[in-house]
C-alpha cells in the first residue's frame, strides 16, 4: 500500500511567484492534514479536511494560502503571492476514519522563495 | 490549550548507550501523546503512541516510553543505541475528542547523533 505522496519535493521560486504543493493521502483515508515547519521552529498545524470538507482551518497564516481537496482525494496548497517568509517544508498527513488520531505523514515538500 | 516542550534541541549518544529524549506536555486534561522520528529525506514515521491505556508504551525499533501524569511527562528511552537511531525526533499531543484529535502539536524536536 502506498503511503503519503507529496509533490514535488522541493520547489525553489521567487519571491511573488506562484506555487501549488500537491498531497495524495493513503487510499481511503478520509482526514487530510498540512503542516508546515519554519527553519527552526516547531511543526505547525496548518488545517484540517474531513473528505472534501474543511475541518478546522485555524492554522492558515493569511489568505495568501489557499487549500482544496477535489473529490476527497488528493489536495493541494496553493501560496500566492509566495513571501520569504513562507520558505520552509510543508508536510501533508492522512488518517482514517476509525483510528483519526494516528497520522500518517509524507517526506514533506521543502520550499525555498528566494 | 495544549503544549509540548522538548527539553534539548540536540543528542548525542555513543553507539550501545541508553538514550533518553525528554517530552513534558502541558494540557487541562490528559491528551494522546507521540513520538515521531524523521530520518534524512523522509517523511515523519510514528514510533509509538499513548492513547490512555498502558502508561509504559511499546513502539518500533526498540524505543519505550512512559506516561507520567504527575510529572506531565512523557520521555522517550532505548536502552542501547543503534548507528541506526541518528535522526530527529518529534513529541506531539493532540486532544482526545473527535473535534480536538486531529490538531497534533509538536515540540520543536531532537536531533539524535549517534557516535561509535
Known amino acids: 500500500e502506498a503511503g503519503v505522496t507529496q509533490f514535488p519535493s522541493h520547489s525553489v521560486i521567487e519571491k511573488g511567484q506562484t506555487v501549488t504543493l500537491r498531497c495524495d493521502p493513503i487510499?481511503?483515508?478520509?482526514?487530510l492534514y498540512w503542516y508546515r515547519r519554519v527553519m527552526g521552529k516547531e511543526i505547525k498545524f496548518l488545517l484540517h479536511?474531513?473528505?472534501?470538507?474543511?475541518?478546522?482551518e485555524s492554522g492558515m497564516p493569511n489568505n495568501r494560502f489557499l487549500a482544496e481537496r477535489t473529490g476527497g482525494t488528493y489536495s493541494t496548497l496553493k501560496v500566492q503571492p509566495a513571501e520569504l517568509e513562507d520558505s520552509g517544508v510543508y508536510f501533508c498527513?492522512?488518517?482514517?476514519?476509525?483510528?483519526?488520531?494516528?497520522?500518517?505523514f509524507g517526506a514533506g515538500t521543502r520550499l525555498s522563495v528566494l | 490549550a495544549q503544549s509540548v516542550t522538548q527539553l534539548g534541541s540536540h543528542v548525542s549518544v555513543s553507539e550501545g548507550a541508553l538514550v533518553l529524549l525528554r517530552c513534558n506536555y502541558s494540557?487541562?486534561?490528559?491528551?494522546?501523546l507521540f513520538w515521531y522520528v524523521q530520518y534524512p529525506n523522509q517523511g515523519l514515521q510514528l514510533l509509538l503512541k499513548?492513547?490512555?491505556?498502558?502508561?509504559l508504551v511499546k513502539g518500533i525499533n526498540g524505543f519505550e516510553a512512559e506516561f507520567k501524569k504527575s510529572e506531565t511527562s512523557f520521555h522517550l528511552t532505548k536502552p542501547s543505541a543503534h548507528m541506526s537511531d541518528a535522526a530527529e525526533y518529534f513529541c506531539?499531543?493532540?486532544?482526545?475528542?473527535?473535534?480536538?484529535?486531529?490538531?497534533?502539536?509538536f515540540g520543536a524536536g531532537t536531533q539524535v547523533v549517534v557516535t561509535p
Open positions: 498527513a492522512s488518517s482514517y476514519s476509525g483510528g483519526a488520531y494516528i497520522q500518517y
Open positions: 487510499s481511503g483515508h478520509d482526514n
Open positions: 479536511f474531513v473528505k472534501e470538507s474543511k475541518q478546522d
Open positions: 494540557s487541562s486534561v490528559p491528551p494522546y
Open positions: 499513548y492513547t490512555s491505556a498502558a502508561t
Open positions: 506531539a499531543v493532540s486532544g482526545v475528542t473527535t473535534d480536538s484529535w486531529g490538531k497534533l502539536q
